[in-house]
């Protein structure tokens, strides 16, 4: 071949396509989109979509980018006839949105949106995106019926115990102090061992399924977004099994935003749980939400876990004044120190009462450090009970766990 001969080369398929009213309106999809696919992407409006996925240009689709805003609620007809095209044709279907109610969002993604995206979009996030959906197979495998777990009494209720977690800060121990708590309570009499549910709350970050090295289904975003037609089958499909001993309810495998449920979402959940299980473990989120009143309502018992910090402290005030302003039932919560003051730093015990004095609290438990045990208990997906059973931590949680168990039988006895 001649040196002087032009080289033929074929033209970069198109990869991806953002869908939008005005591409303009989301100029950070822009940059995201040319950093992650280059010039192997195109813009289309509404009306062009479908047409276009007809064409042989977009056989090569990955997928596409919905990108929304508060002003195209009013269309969402036209939105799920795209989204249902796109699944049709194998085409995975990012929805991103700004300033969207979540009824709107709910509704694009029970039609098929693969993947939710706030804008502006956090750094990272859709080069993520695009890597999950690169490694999942383009035609859905076909899901194996989610074995349902025998819950644990299917006769009458006992209207079981609720005992909820909030972390008034991030590393307070909240989930640890969650999932510990459920497993010691799972695991405190050989003879009549109680039934324990963990509800994993925190529908953005929760890491209990973490804590517990239990994988995230889908059953669970099905259940939670669809409260009016679950039923006990439903709930023990949606619920995953460690050990035989918990049954747990883990955060969804994706960011969801934590007001895509209702207050009375939560509050069926809450009731079944409690209608088959002794004890039922709520890990809230540290953001206070539109249904927090539900479970402070529903919980016997409300942990506020904090440590000797000025964050905790300013935190620890605001939640007191958000439920006195409402005329919540401020008394079920019991504030718990995490890493605090051993027996012998008469300093560090004289700050706590400092501390608790200044913001009218009583700080009722007190929970050593576990040292570096916790982390690798987390990360390995273990109970301190089975990795560290002579953590000091550990022995703390399992007598918490032991009066809290004591007084539940005392007040079954007494009635």
């Given amino acids: 071949m001649s040196s002087n001969e032009p080289i033929q080369t074929e033209p970069s398929p198109i990869l991806a396509c953002t869908i939008c009213r005005d591409v303009q309106n989301f100029e950070l999809l822009i940059v995201d989109m040319e950093e992650a696919l280059g010039e192997q992407w195109g813009d289309l409006g509404f009306e062009d979509a479908i047409p276009f996925m007809a064409q042989p240009d977009a056989h090569h689709l990955e997928f596409i980018a919905l990108a929304i805003d508060d002003m195209d609620e009013d269309h969402l007809d036209v939105l799920t006839e795209i989204i249902t095209e796109a699944r049709n044709r194998n085409i995975r ?66 209207e079981g115990v609720v005992i909820a977690v909030h972390g008034l800060a991030g590393g307070t121990g909240a989930t640890t102090l969650a999932v510990n708590l459920a497993w010691e309570l799972a695991n405190i009499d050989k003879k009549k061992a109680p039934s324990v549910c963990v509800l994993d709350l925190d529908l953005q970050f929760g890491t209990v399924s973490t804590y517990l090295d239990l994988p995230r289904i889908e059953a669970v975003f099905e259940l939670i977004t669809d409260t009016d037609s679950m039923d006990s089958d439903s709930f023990g499909q949606a619920l995953q099994t460690y050990e035989d001993k918990l049954h747990v309810l883990t955060a969804p495998s994706d960011v969801i935003p934590l007001d895509l449920i209702g207050p009375e979402d939560i509050d069926r959940i809450i009731d079944m749980a409690r209608r088959h299980y002794d004890y039922v473990i709520v890990d809230m989120p540290s953001t206070l939400v539109h249904w927090s009143e539900v479970v402070l309502q529903a919980a016997h018992v409300y942990f506020a876990t904090m440590e000797i910090d000025m964050r905790s402290a300013q935190n620890a005030m605001r939640i007191k004044r958000a439920f006195q302003a409402e005329d919540l039932p401020f008394e079920k919560l019991r504030y718990v120190m995490n890493r605090a003051p051993k027996f012998t730093d008469l300093a560090g015990k004289s700050r706590v009462k400092r501390l608790a004095e200044s913001l009218g609290i009583s700080i009722d438990i007190n929970l050593p450090d576990g040292s570096r045990q916790i982390m690798q208990a987390a990360d390995h997906g273990q109970p301190l009970a089975v990795g560290a059973a002579k953590n000091p931590l550990r022995k703390e949680i399992a007598k918490l766990a032991k009066s809290l168990h004591e007084l539940d039988q005392s007040d079954d006895q007494a009635a």
């Fill in 93 to 158: 279907i990012l929805l991103i949105a700004e300033d969207v109610t979540p009824a709107s969002l709910h509704h694009l993604l029970r039609h098929g949106a693969d993947e939710f995206i706030p804008y502006p979009i956090p750094p990272g996030e859709l080069q993520a995106a695009i890597d999950k959906i690169r490694s999942a197979p383009v035609e859905p495998e076909v899901e194996q019926p989610q074995a349902t777990v025998k819950l644990a009494t299917t006769g009458e209720s006992r």
